[in-house]
């Protein structure tokens, strides 16, 4: 397989929060890979989660702008906007 991310991603296992504007829905997340520009999801489903919402790591309270790059079954891969 050909790496095409810009940065190499580290994998982790942090827990996190998509929140969708501006009706402020929240669905819980595992990041399980992440890197500067990104980061692998992975939710329960994937039916209401929109194209574009915020990232909320549980641990730091850290924040990131995301735009959905691909979807699998419970996966997102997502890049920081």
């Known amino acids: 397989m050909v790496e095409r991310r810009r940065v190499a991603r580290h994998r982790t296992l942090k827990s996190g929060k998509i929140v969708v504007q501006p009706h402020a829905s929240v669905f819980d997340c595992t990041v399980r890979n992440l890197s500067p520009n990104g ?43």
């Open 39 to 81: 980061a692998l999801l992975v939710v329960a489903s994937l039916v209401a989660i929109p194209e574009r919402f915020e990232l909320v790591l549980d641990a730091t309270g850290e924040q990131h702008p995301c735009r959905v790059i691909w979807r699998g079954e419970d996966r997102l891969g997502v890049e920081f906007a």
